[in-house]
């Protein structure tokens, strides 16, 4: 009892687990980003333009349903941090001289605030510094316009602006190749040769005002200052993707729950069933000695209270331990102070309430048949129990079946509903691990195809502002370039009616070999002479199809609408991408032949050198490593979607063995005469376990394929529910996605004989075979 | 013992027991289920174990069979100690050398009549055919039928045919007729009555029904664990002619 007890409080506290880890991690984070918005005052509005003067701000304070307005200089540098060699890009921003800034307040960590009027200090991301190991004091060197300053940590901040601190060029962050510093405004105007002026502004909203008429208003204002488009907040990068990992844990937190806790809810039902009505002789016992059925009602109600509570609070514990560590480590991807980490009541009520509802109406039915039961004909060992011959003996090989496997196959057969619900309960569990197999591969696969088919190049580099093409086949000169090509991107709002999404429109070669442009089934796809080229995910995204026609919004400079033929669509798991040939793009822009950066292939030696030569180029602003960027990526993706499922395997694994355990237990203690037969007989342990292990193995083998097409749906639910902007996972299926389902399956069944075994063992014979005297 | 040694000087036993006992160790208490048992089995005689209820006879013929093992004394069977043996040798010996039979049938539920049979034939080294075994109990109609199909005086016979279908050298009964009538006990004895005289099977049956020791070459009487009378049958009297 005490195994089959544990195995079922396994599956309770596994159920109760998986919700509580997922809806209060879903919880956690988004509470701690309410709060730390509403604390720093995020911005509703955000607004950059080429220059305003000063005074400028006074009008933007008047625009209608504006809280508060904050005008800043915001320029794009490089850094260069003692003791490290590689190109560091990054982004100062102006705080007021001496005020806190009324929109977008800095937490502070450690240390201070720049002091006022100091143009040498400045604060510090906090994980950037963490990154460096930069400390309040400490120096650091940054490049703004070409001219170097030498600045000094004065403290280590955080800002609901930058929660996910991510590069102009990059997928994930990647905090020690690119910074946002905080610098008093005069000294960073003076620098950036913003005197009297400013580039950036951000607002707040009142309570009541619309979102689209501010962002109108302020983009007339800003027009002629050469505002490129303001937006709101829901285009603002940290934000937006600070969203969307909260909406995949918001999808994860729903599908897999009910997944799981569906799951084990009908386990339950099935284990607990089981359970009582192995024990219907004590029942008649019980009932014999005067016991009600009401007493003994009672009795199984407080057995399976006891196995629920002690499941439940196993689940709670566990899932509180887990989920806690969970929003840390997504913690390390967002910056907030604190993480507002609760446990809800109702998240606990549900979990109890389902684990324990579906436990009492296995044991409810179970009890129910047994006190019905008049004592004398329970206590009666029960007669040989009925067989018949059926389809079974009609095959042809039945006459070649042994009798130990006759054995098997005529108790399976002989009850196929219970039969069934093992294979299904075991399927479940396999089903579980597919899902979590598939999503591993998927992503494996999603990255790879992003990094072999698509960025082909090793080096990226952005210039401060548009520049001749031959800026590019000079970079051919450098030490170690085997080859570089310019590409031209421009900052562009695609419109279709009502829908809309703002991306950058890549200018890229007609035969691009650094930037693969290919198509589902990865075969190379031409960038058309007109027209553009849109992923899939952006094309059914604004609802067009090739040949139609999208609007394209110029945010650079002067802002135009221009409608541009739909020439393809393109496959690409991760970004949303728009793709035109370079000239076209040139055209579009009315400009000559320019490039805004180029992509290098490089050699690994000379790297070094070729860095420091890239970095004393002026016109360059950024330079990043794609092989960087991909372990950046891949450690990200491994830290939060693939910790989750991590989590997820554990528990299928801990189902899996529980259902196989205890339908084992319970098929030896039926079996048990039975078997103590076949040892008289003469039958080896080895001989008489295999009419259990044989059962086991089995439903087993049924049970895997029947997993396999149930976790099919499954994996495809989640992978609808999960497409996102930043990055959409394929749904692939491998073999190996099978293979782990069924290994899994396989583990937990080896493991459930080989405790089993231990008791077939030490089957006696002579108490086994004792009449009821 | 003396005057069956006289008597049997020349017959070969088939099993010797010197000094044997056995103690259930229940924790608080000891309970001596045998208490020195010095006793022979011969070969082909058909001998009926008697005694009261607790006495200590069916521990007696459970080690003899190998399914317990004795606390002291020793038990030889033709040439090999059994209280020596292994478990794998213990499990060779039952496989090869003894038929069982139980007061609870012991059928396997989910096999036929003749399936139950084929479980010990497939295993053993010079079988009977299923048929042939369940012939020999009278049951070559009933083949094909499972356990729950079967009266219980079938499943007994079942039993029988299962246990001498490996040709055993000694067929143990515990209290075959225990859970039946007496009409239908008398087809159940007839069949072991046909199998020892037919096949020669020395045969060991345990009863507490004094009529039934009639049907033996040797009675041997038990009380607390102690062998208490031993008596030879002039003749012996064919279980149809039983009545109890
Ligand atoms: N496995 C056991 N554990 C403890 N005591 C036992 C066990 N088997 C038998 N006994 C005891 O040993 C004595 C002899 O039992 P048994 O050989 O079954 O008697 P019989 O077959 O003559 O009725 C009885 O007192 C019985 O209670
Ligand atoms: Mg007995």
Redesign the interface.
Same mark, same amino acid.
């Given at each position: 009892m005490k195994g089959q007890s544990a195995a079922i409080a396994v599956v309770v506290a596994a159920g109760v687990m998986i919700l509580i880890v997922f809806v209060t991690t879903y919880d956690a984070l988004t509470l701690t980003q309410k709060r730390f918005y509403e604390d720093q005052r995020f911005a509703d509005v955000f607004a950059d333009l080429k220059r305003a003067p000063n005074h400028v701000a006074g009008r933007l304070r008047a625009v209608d349903g504006v809280n508060h307005v904050e005008t800043r200089v915001s320029a794009p540098v490089r850094i260069e941090v003692p003791g490290f060699d590689e190109p560091v890009r990054g982004r100062v921003v102006s705080l007021p001289e001496e005020h806190e800034p009324l929109v977008n307040r800095l937490y502070l960590r450690e240390g201070a605030f720049p002091p006022p009027w100091r143009a040498d200090a400045a604060a510090v991301n906090e994980v950037f510094a963490e990154a460096h190991g930069l400390r309040p004091g400490d120096t650091f060197n940054v490049i703004i316009r070409g001219q170097l300053e030498r600045l000094t940590v004065s403290g280590i901040v955080l800002s609901p602006e930058f929660i996910y601190q991510l590069g102009p060029n990059d997928l994930v962050p990647d905090y020690k190749r690119y910074g946002v510093l905080w610098m008093r405004e005069r000294g960073l105007a003076k620098a950036f040769a913003m005197d009297g002026a400013f580039n950036n502004a951000v607002f707040t909203l009142r309570p009541d005002a619309l979102s689209e008429r501010v962002i109108e208003l302020v983009d007339e204002f800003l027009a002629p200052y050469g505002g490129i488009g303001a937006y709101g907040r829901e285009d603002q990068l940290s934000h937006r993707f600070l969203e969307e990992e909260l909406d995949q844990v918001r999808t994860m937190a729903t599908v897999l729950p009910v997944i799981f806790l569906g799951v084990a809810a009908f386990l339950l039902h099935v284990l607990m069933g089981r359970i009582i009505r192995t024990q219907r002789e004590q029942i008649a016992v019980l009932k014999a000695f005067g016991h009600t059925n009401g007493e003994i009602a009672a009795h199984y109600a407080l057995f399976t209270g006891l196995i629920v509570c002690a499941g439940a609070v196993a689940g709670v514990a566990l899932g509180a331990w887990v989920a806690d560590g969970l929003a840390r480590l997504y913690m390390e991807y967002f910056r907030f102070p604190e993480v507002s980490f609760r446990l809800q009541g109702w998240v606990l009520a549900v979990a109890v309430f389902v684990a324990g509802g579906a436990a009492f109406l296995g044991a409810y039915g179970a009890v129910r048949s047994a006190v019905s039961l008049p004592p004398a004909e329970a206590m009666r060992?029960p007669?040989? %129990? &009925?067989?018949? @011959?059926g389809l079974l003996e009609q095959s042809t090989l039945w006459a070649r079946i042994?009798?130990?496997t @006759?054995?098997i196959l *005529?108790?399976l057969s *002989?009850h196929p509903l219970k039969s069934g619900l093992s294979v299904v309960g075991i399927a479940l569990a396999g089903a579980l691990l597919l899902v979590g197999s598939q999503l591993f591969r998927a992503i494996d696969h999603m990255v790879d195809f992003q990094y072999r088919f698509v960025l082909l190049m090793d080096i990226h580099l952005t210039f401060t502002e548009p520049t001749p093409e031959r800026a590019a086949r000079e970079l051919l000169h450098k030490p170690g370039v085997r080859y570089a090509e310019g590409y031209r991107a421009v900052p562009v709002r695609l419109v279709n009616g009502s829908s809309e999404y703002q991306t950058s429109l890549l200018g890229i070669e007609r035969d691009s070999r650094l930037r693969g442009v290919v198509d589902a089934e990865r075969r190379p796809v031409r960038v058309p002479h007109e027209g553009i080229l849109l992923t899939t995910y952006l094309a059914d995204y604004l609802g067009i199809r090739p040949g139609d026609t999208v609007e394209v919004e110029i945010l650079e400079g002067r802002r135009r609408m221009l409608p541009v033929p739909l020439a393809g669509v393109v496959e690409e798991p991760i970004g949303v991408s728009a793709y035109m040939e370079r000239r076209a793009v040139n055209r579009l822009m009315r400009e000559g032949p320019a490039v805004t950066g180029a992509w290098i292939l490089a050699d690994n030696e000379l790297r070094e050198t070729l860095f420091r030569e890239l970095r004393d180029l002026a016109r360059v602003d950024g330079i990043g490593l794609v092989g960087d960027a991909e372990r950046a990526f891949r450690k990200h993706l491994d830290d939060t979607l693939l910790a989750f499922m991590g989590v997820v395997l554990f528990l299928s694994i801990s189902i899996a063995f529980a259902v196989i355990y205890n339908n084992a237990r319970i098929a030896l203690a039926e079996r048990m *005469? %039975?078997l103590a037969? #076949? &040892? !008289? #007989?003469?039958? $080896? &342990?080895f %001989?008489v376990s295999w009419i259990l292990i044989g059962e086991v193995a089995l439903l087993t083998a049924v049970a895997i394929p029947v997993g396999w097409g149930i976790g099919v749906g499954f994996a495809y639910a989640l992978n609808q529910a999960m497409a996102l902007d930043m990055y959409r996972v394929p749904f692939i299926l491998t073999p190996w996605t099978f293979a782990f389902s069924a290994a899994g399956v396989l583990v937990a069944s080896v493991l459930s004989v080989v405790v089993m075994s231990k008791r077939i063992l030490r089957i006696d014979? !002579?108490t086994a #075979?004792k $009449?009821g %005297? | 013992m003396t005057v069956a040694r006289e008597t049997n000087g020349c017959l070969r036993s088939v099993f010797r027991t010197e000094g044997v006992t056995k103690v259930y160790d229940m924790g608080e208490v000891k309970i001596h289920a045998l208490r020195g048992i010095d006793m022979a089995l011969y070969a082909g005689e058909l001998m009926v174990l008697l005694g009261p209820s607790g006495c200590g006879k069916s521990t007696l013929l459970n080690i003899l069979g190998g399914l317990d093992t004795a606390t002291n004394g020793t038990v030889t069977y033709r040439d090999q100690d059994l209280t020596r043996a292994d478990e794998r040798a213990l499990t060779r010996y039952r496989r090869h050398e003894v038929g069982f039979v139980f007061q609870a049938y012991n059928m396997i539920p989910s096999l036929t009549a003749r399936e139950n049979v084929a479980i010990v034939t497939e295993i053993a080294e010079n079988p009977m055919t299923p048929e042939e075994a369940l012939a020999l109990v009278g049951l070559d109609d009933r083949m094909d039928h499972f356990p729950s199909q079967l009266s219980g005086g079938q499943q007994q016979r079942v039993a029988i045919a299962r246990a001498i279908a490996k040709r055993p050298s000694v067929l143990l009964c515990d209290e075959p007729t225990g859970a039946l009538d007496s009409k239908t006990s008398v087809a159940v004895l007839e069949a072991i009555e046909n199998i020892n005289r037919g096949l020669g099977t020395t045969t060991a049956l345990i009863t507490h029904n004094e009529v039934i020791g009639e049907m033996a070459d040797r009675v041997v009487r038990m009380s607390d664990g102690k062998i208490v009378d031993e008596r030879r049958n002039d003749s012996r009297r064919p279980p149809g002619e039983l009545e109890w």
């Open positions: 060992p007669l040989p %129990e &009925r067989f018949q @011959r042994s009798q130990p @006759r054995i *005529r108790n *002989r *005469r %039975e037969t #076949l &040892r !008289v #007989l003469g039958f $080896t &342990r %001989e014979m !002579v #075979l $009449t %005297e | -």
